[in-house]
């Protein structure tokens, strides 16, 4: 007995792309053909992919085939694959919502910059199945899943709601049939011959199943990366990227080569030009790099993650290999030498261009930067020996230059006097630019990095040096390279006073001393040398949720007014009280300034409205 059909809502969201698709965006319509061709790829990819494990779901004499069908007279344009096929369940879940997390954001970005007047949008971006219904009326989806026996008919008029019934007698795939809108005098007829070649040969010439219409094969089939590099024209290169990873911006950079010798390959990889949503991993999972893995013509991973280093997850493409076995699981594509000698050789190719794109294209490369500096970095901290090469493509901000500068520039820039490369880390570059510890560094003329990567607390441990000089922290107690006993007499003269704030102060303070690196505020906090840094204790508590004081050195200026008033202050026991209040406003001011909770926000705020108070011209 065959069950009633049924008749479901479509997902709010889908129903607004519909409304967007077919009241706006009419001006592109004929990439709905690219997108179609593009979902039957992929059910063939499926399939191929599920027959490597269960043969029979793919009988060896079959050809995986595209085919499109142009009933002039009808008004219907059918593209048929014999390819993995829809479940009733993979029907709901696929024609019924949208799961792209980009596709929610293209619709936000359609609404606020309004589709009309921005047609290059949808040209940029994949909408998917339903596009089919700027030129449809009606669409049906005939189709049935790989290993299973029932078919299904999916069908809707994009009217809010779509029906699916059971239908007996089909066969392995999917059916699409569009019943075309009524021609008027300039629009386009999708039935004829010649526009369906025209669109094929432009939008999906490098897919790899033969896309027919009657007896022709319209596409060359020839995968993009086995053509010569100086014919394959940047759009060629825009749409093999978009159908890979279905990325709607054009990739920043190519790189297109062929290993000859003992291992051969031709590898096409592509740098994106913007940062994609799951870069550093959704949920727990580990982030992993991408590349499509072939194998005499064979898609044997549609995303390896042997071929480039984690670090290097951002690149996207395709390599195919001769030597490798067709059948291979995770296990011996990681531990085979050919893999990994591949991997090196991606690895070197991959900051070969970097660098070049740095010298030859440097706004260009500022932009990679921008996106995936922070993942470069990584490379650094992990040990896989590229740190020399990646560091000299590593880009900082710093207190005296207005845009991005690489290390080589720093170090030239470095007075004679200057032994040491300076940097200081925290959560942005405006609170850096202010913050007291550069004082005494812009006395000397010495330029200090901003590091506001959370890597970049990884980054100086993996790099203790550049070009011959140290990297050290201005947070470091001898980052000036003062000599230990530099104003130890001046320090013996208030050592029973010190001792005592030191202690009032509590865990966060072990020690306070009078110091010299200081010109315009009165005090600050340094680490002995090695001692952690306190843009790193602020990513721990946040991290772990809990604190991990560790206790620093208040250096305070003497020649401040502020503390030349503190040094006058009765140290004694009658007058401590006043002392102390007036050490923990100094403290609390001092933690501010660098960006630092204050331990106590509501004694200080006490402290404060008191001496407003008493400072008031009412008192
Ligand atoms: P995307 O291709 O980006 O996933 P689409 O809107 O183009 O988005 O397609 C939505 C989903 O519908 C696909 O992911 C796939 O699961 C399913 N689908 C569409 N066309 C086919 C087809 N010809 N064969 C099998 N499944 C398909
Ligand atoms: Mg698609």
Known sequence: MTAAPETKPFQAEVQELLDLMIHSLYTHEEIFVRELVSNASDALDKLRHAALTDATLLPEDEELCITLEADEEGRTLTIVDNGIGMSHEDLVSSLGTIARSGTKNFLKELKEKGGENNPELIGQFGVGFYSGFMVASKMEVETMKAGESQGWRWSSEAGGSYT???????????????????????????????????????????????????????????????????????????????????????????????????????????????????LFGGGHQEPKSKVSLYVRRVQVSEECEDLLPPWLRFVRGVVEASDLPLNVSREILQSNPHVRAIQKRLTKKVIATLGT?????????????????????????????????????????????????????????????????????????????????????????????????????????????????????VHAGNALGESEDEGKTKNEQYAEAFEHLAEHLGAGVKEVRLSSRLTDSPGVLVSESGGPRPHMERMMREMHGQDMPTARILEINPDHPLIQRLLSMDSSEGGRAALDDFAD???????????????????????????MVGASPAN
Not at 371 to 387: D, L, R
Not at 398 to 423: H, M, N, S
Not at 444 to 468: H, K, N, Q
Not at 599 to 610: A, I, W
Request: hydrophobic share 35%; with cysteine; aromatic share 10%.
């Open 164 to 278: 699916i019934e059971e239908v007996e007698g089909l066969s392995r795939g999917t059916r699409i049939v569009l019943h075309l809108k009524d021609l008027d005098e300039d629009s386009t007829d999708y039935t004829k011959d010649f526009k369906l070649r025209e669109l094929v040969t432009r939008y999906s010439d490098f897919v790899e199943y033969p896309i027919r219409l009657g007896e022709d094969t319209l596409n060359s089939m020839k995968p993009i990366w086995t053509r010569p590099k100086s014919e394959i024209s940047e759009e060629e290169h825009g749409e093999f990227y978009r159908h890979l990873t279905k990325d709607f911006m054009p990739p920043l950079e190519a790189i297109h080569f062929k290993a000859e010798g003992t291992i051969e390959y031709t590898a096409l990889l592509y740098l994106p030009s913007a940062k994609p949503m799951d």
């Open 357 to 473: 794109l740095m010298e030859k294209e440097r706004e260009k490369y500022e932009t990679f930067w921008s996106a995936f500096g922070a993942t470069i970095k990584e490379g650094i901290c992990s040990g896989g020996n590229e740190e020399d090469r990646l560091a000299k493509l590593s880009l900082f901000h710093t207190d005296t230059q207005e845009g991005w500068t690489t290390l080589d520039a720093y170090v030239a820039r470095c007075p004679a006097d200057q032994e040491k490369i300076f940097y200081v880390s925290g959560s942005d570059r405006a609170t850096l630019a202010k913050t007291p510890h550069l004082e005494a560094f812009k006395k000397r003329g010495w330029e200090v990095l901003f590091l506001t990567d959370p890597i970049d607390e990884w980054l100086v441990d993996s790099l203790p040096e550049y070009a011959g000089k140290p990297l050290v922290s």
């Open 585 to 611: 406003l100094l403290y609390g001011q001092v933690l501010l300034a660098e960006g630092s909770p204050l331990p106590d926000p509501s004694r200080f705020s006490k402290l404060l409205s008191e001496l």
